[in-house]
């Protein structure tokens, strides 16, 4: 059992930035991150495979977002710039122990996070 701890979460002013970290309790193949924001579904953000050789972004974090990952720590991380209000949500870390592709389908992920709330202010 995979146990996710996601960190990094809090209050910023548009414009700002935060960087979220996602440790793993062993080691995963892609991992990914997903975010919910209040009454929306959840939609996929970025994802990662394990060697870094492949990453996905959503088009609405596109040259804003970038994911990485410390495989000697078991630990993936998003860098989040240019923060804008819309970016609002708790962000869920998630990982695949089956998958390694950087999938943008929540089903390809088999281990959740507890999410990190993040909020963008004006």
């Known amino acids: 059992q995979v146990q996710l701890v996601e960190s990094g979460g809090g209050l910023v002013q548009a414009g700002g930035s935060l960087r979220l970290s996602c440790a793993a309790s062993e080691r995963t193949f892609t991992v990914a991150w997903f975010r919910q924001a209040p009454g929306k579904e959840r939609e996929f953000v970025a994802a990662?495979?394990?060697?870094?050789?492949?990453?996905n972004y959503a088009d609405s974090v596109k040259g804003r977002f970038t994911i990485s990952r410390d495989n000697a720590k078991n630990t993936v991380y998003l860098q989040m710039d240019n923060l804008k209000p819309e970016d609002t949500a708790v962000y869920y870390c998630?990982?695949?122990?089956?998958?390694?592709?950087?999938?943008?389908?929540?089903?390809?992920?088999?281990?959740w996070g507890q999410g990190t709330q993040v909020t963008v202010s004006t």
């Open positions: 990662i495979t394990r060697a870094a050789t492949n990453t």
């Open positions: 998630a990982a695949s122990t089956g998958y390694s592709s950087a999938s943008v389908y929540s089903w390809a992920y088999n281990y």
